[in-house]
């Protein structure tokens, strides 16, 4: 392999010396069939990420130092006019690490100057990170050695063209190495371009097996790396070995060509009290051999779906082997009060053809049939009886009875005697008492309770009952024992008699009713001076009188007086007295005579302060036919007193 480096010329690309030496590679290029891997650098300075754009803007990427052999290339074959190179190596994570591949670089490539990288310790200010790496090329300290820089500062471009393409390499990766490249092949193959595939013998695989066939998928060839082999084997046949023939990179399979053997299911055995019969058409308890079981009488096939069984592709029995158990009957439940005679197998589960017979103690009969034997069904052929006790009919059906008998009314047998009674409110009608006979009939109608009731009282007029409990009208029927029935008058009279009755044994009421009374109100008389109208000789409830004054005297008070509920008037009797023209004549007598005694100026001056005090009671209620006197007439008393 030959490689040539294009060192790019300081200047423009156009250049006479450019184009010859460009010229020059490409004729080697096709002379040696290689493709070419070639350094370029820079004109002008710049940071490390514009240096990185650029590089990979013209040419592949930023040079990654991969050894030493390259920094002694590299430091040999750059020019001596400048001295700092930007290459493709920044710290990332804290880790020194190659760009474009992103793998941390090894001590085999590293190059560092003597301290480096010391992060900008050197006299730096504290904070500046030194992340990006510039190379020193013929400089008279350290040529070739490698310092961390800021990333910010401008350096030349140092890039390459890489000469590893897609598909130059068909089965392996393309490397690069210094002024060449070479294939790593992938397992499997081999040649100057990994064109070469391993190859396993195809004869050791495709003669099928007994039964079987085989199905080979080549990936890179026929029977080739990674050709993979798979065996079958025909129904009811299974492969020795299960896994696939891979060829491998050492030309050999991965596994022996496996057999195809018979299928084989478990032997079975004849079931106890019955029989198997086999078919074997391929050999004994193998793929489709057939077993059919049958049960000796009086016995029946369990524990399988089916009487025949067969051996399937998968090696197994299509279901469990079945055995023989005997036909049962379920076991009798005990007879109460009875007895159940089956023999020796007396409460046990019980064959087929077995009888049972049923008889019941003294005291009881038998309720269904007298024997039952198991069939051919496993089922016995009636339904079991019973023993049912002889007894009598409760008592107790009609209401209100009370029964009192020797036995308890759940168990009432023969010569059980009962005493009958009633409730409180209710007489018997029947016999006192009773007796169970032997064929668990009374030996006397069972005897009925009636109702004790109080006649309907008769309730006078005026008179308000209410009874508990409440009665539809006051005559209603029934009036039962303890009914309690309460007395009122209508508004304005008052009750005579008894407040409340009951009715009480044997059927009579504690009391008579009561009767109302019309309330009475006191006697009036006729006012001096005037007189009184009543509308009721006797002054009862709602009776009402009203008053009248004679001529020259007035009413003072109301004149219509009504008896209320409690026999009281709603007011005050009233009075009659004198107009006001006879007191004003009074005063002006005593103003001409000019000489009063005192007794008859103090009789003057009372009769002025009575007048001035009632004058506000002329101003009567609705009921009233009494006006108020004339406003002259006020201020004329007012200027006498």
Known sequence: MFRFEILQARGSKTSASWISLTFLCSMLCMWTSVDCWSYFYSNNTMNWQEARDWCKEHYTDMVAIQNQEEIAHLNSWLPMKQYYYWIGIRKINNIWTWVGTNKALTKEATNWAKGEPNNGRNGQSSGVKEDCVEMYIKRDQQPGKWNDERCAKKKTALCYAAACKDGLCL????????????????????????????????????????????NCTHKYGNFSYESLC?????????????????????????????TCELVQCQKLSQP??????????LGSSSYQSTCVFTCDEGFVLTGSPSNTLQCEA?????????????????????????????????????????????????????VGPSSVTCTSAAE????????????CQKPDGEAHLITQCSQPLTDLRPNTNCSCSCEAGFELHGAHAITCSEDGQWSEAIPTCKAIECPAPEIPTNVQISCRPSLTSPTATPHPLGMVCNFSCEEGHELQGAHNMECANPGQWSSTPPTCTAVRCPLLEAPENGHINCSDRDPVYNSQCSFTCNQDYSLDGH??????????????????????????????????????????????????????????????????????PPQVYKNSIDSLI
């Open 171 to 214: 089965h392996g990766n393309c490397v690069e190495t210094i002024n060449s490249h070479m294939c790593a092949c992938f397992e499997g193959f081999y040649g100057e371009k990994c064109e070469q595939v391993v190859k396993c013998n195809k004869e050791e695989v495709e003669t099928p097996p007994y039964k079987g066939s085989v």
């Open 559 to 628: 004149e219509l007086l009504t008896c209320d509920h409690h026999g009281n008037w709603t007011e005050e009797k009233p009075t009659c007295q004198a107009a006001p023209s006879q007191i004003t004549a009074i005063a002006s007598g005593l103003a001409g005579g000019g000489a009063l005694s005192l007794s008859g100026l103090s009789v003057a001056v009372w009769i002025l302060k009575r007048l001035k005090k009632k004058a506000t009671k002329f101003e009567l209620n609705s009921n009233s036919d009494i006006e108020a």
């Open 272 to 281: 106890l009290r019955g029989s198997m019969k086999c078919s074997d058409p």
């Open 314 to 366: 998968s090696g197994i029995w299509n279901s469990s082997q079945p055995s023989c158990d005997a036909v049962q009957c379920p076991t009798l439940q005990e007879l109460q009060n009875g007895v159940a005679s089956c023999g020796d197998d007396a409460g046990m589960r019980l064959s087929y053809g077995n009888t049972c017979s049923f008889s019941c103690a003294a005291g009881y009969r038998l």
């Open 380 to 391: 016995w052929s009636k339904k079991m009886p019973r023993c049912e006790a002889i007894t």
């Open 230 to 258: 798979q065996y079958s084997c025909e129904k009811g046949y299974q492969l020795s070995n299960q896994r696939p023939l891979t060829c491998t990179a050492s030309k050999e399979w991965s596994e022996q060509r496996p």
